[in-house]
Structures are given as structure tokens and as C-alpha cells.
């Protein structure tokens, strides 16, 4: 029973690249989130996808940052002309349904890396 | 604004003594409450929580962790730690039904 898998687990992008971060939830699970990690502080979380919809992104910056959650495939995070300050430890949880949402399982965690 | 507090971002201690991380939260509303603990390297596990009922709750590696709401605090114990607890331990409190919020994180070090 595979958990949480996020590719790339690392990831190197230049300043003004896209970043393109994925995550497969775990099998049966309808919910994905997404949070940030920046160093020496805690998680922070960024959006709440369902299949084919966003219901909140109240923790998304404005602008650079989409994230979306098809019908079919993963869950991508997408950072569009990245800038030093998003080098950060990006993790995705799912959960099953909407009962217990609280409830998250973990992916490992993408580290990127802006140079 | 619901927020977690962990003061300590290490605690160092020596192997199969006791040891205690501490945290503390704000919030007028009920709330969840939450240890998730991260190996190096690792994703975050959930370790234990705290819904309602008993207000202490237990882990199946030996941790425990009571929910006091006179004190705002959910400070979770060990009475014997071994080299492999040596990970960060994170405590969360569920803002809404999904949404946690997430203290800094205490990196246990184990010495031997």
C-alpha cells in the first residue's frame, strides 16, 4: 500500500525557471494538500485541492503560484519564474475524504533549490 | 488567530533517559491537536492525537502526550528514549477541518 509519493524529491532551478512539483496521493484518497517548509520553521499551508478543484488557496503567494489536482494524474505545484526566497522544502499530505480531513498523510517532501 | 508555540528547537538528551517536548497553543475554539514526528530525510508521520475523550493519548513506540486545556499545552513524554527517536517533532492544532497550523519544530538529539 504505497503512501504519499512526491517527485522530485530534489530540485535544482535557476532564478526566472518554472519549478513543476508532483504528488501522487495515497490510493483512495480524494484530498491534497500542500504546504511549504522554510528553514528552522514550521510547515505553513498553502492550498486544498480536491479532483478538479481548488477549495482553498488562502495560503497561495498571489502570484507565481498555481496548483491544480485533475481527473486523472497527480497533484502538480507549479512555480513559475522562481526566485530565491522559494527555496523551501514543499510537502503534499492527502487524506481520504471529507470526514477527518485532519487526518493527513505525508509525502517525503520536495526540496527546492533556487540558484 | 490560532497558534502553536514550541519553545525548545533542541533538546539534547542522554539515550533511555526521560524526556519532554514541549508545546502550547492559542485558540478560543475547540481544537485537534497533533504530533507528527520526521526522520532525517523523511516525510512527516503522524505520532499521535488528540480529538476528544481521554486527554491522554499514547503512541504505539512509547510516546504519550496530554491535551491540558487550563494550560493550552500538549506537551509530549518519553520515559526511556532509544538512538532511533532522534528525528524533529512537530505539534499541530487543526485551525478548521483541514487546515493545521504548525509550530517550528523540536529536533530531539539523542546522545549516547
Known amino acids: 500500500n504505497a503512501g504519499v509519493m512526491q517527485n522530485p524529491r530534489h530540485l535544482v532551478r535557476r532564478r526566472g525557471q518554472e519549478a513543476r512539483l508532483r504528488c501522487s496521493p495515497m490510493k483512495g484518497h480524494s484530498h491534497v494538500y500542500w504546504y511549504r517548509q522554510l528553514p528552522e520553521e514550521g510547515l505553513k499551508f498553502m492550498v486544498y485541492l480536491q479532483k478538479e478543484n481548488i477549495i482553498d488557496e488562502s495560503g497561495m503567494p498571489k502570484e507565481r503560484f498555481s496548483a491544480e489536482f485533475p481527473k486523472e494524474g497527480p497533484s502538480i505545484l507549479r512555480i513559475q519564474q522562481v526566485v530565491r526566497g522559494d527555496s523551501a522544502a514543499y510537502f503534499c499530505a492527502s487524506s481520504p475524504g471529507t470526514e477527518k480531513t485532519y487526518e493527513q498523510y505525508f509525502g517525503p517532501g520536495t526540496r527546492l533549490t533556487v540558484t | 488567530a490560532q497558534s502553536v508555540t514550541q519553545l525548545d528547537s533542541q533538546v539534547p538528551v542522554f539515550e533511555e533517559a526521560p524526556v519532554e517536548l514541549r508545546c502550547n497553543y492559542s485558540?478560543?475554539?475547540?481544537?485537534?491537536l497533533f504530533w507528527y514526528v520526521q526522520y532525517p530525510n523523511q516525510g512527516l508521520q503522524l505520532l499521535l492525537k488528540?480529538?476528544?475523550?481521554s486527554t491522554l493519548v499514547e503512541s504505539i513506540n512509547g510516546f504519550e502526550a496530554e491535551f491540558n486545556k487550563s494550560q493550552t499545552s500538549f506537551h509530549l513524554r518519553k520515559p526511556s528514549v532509544h538512538i532511533s527517536d532522534t528525528a524533529e517533532y512537530f505539534c499541530a492544532v487543526a485551525r478548521s477541518n483541514y487546515q493545521l497550523i504548525w509550530g517550528a519544530g523540536t529536533k530531539l538529539i539523542i546522545k549516547p
Open positions: 488528540y480529538l476528544s475523550g
Open positions: 485558540s478560543s475554539v475547540s481544537v485537534y
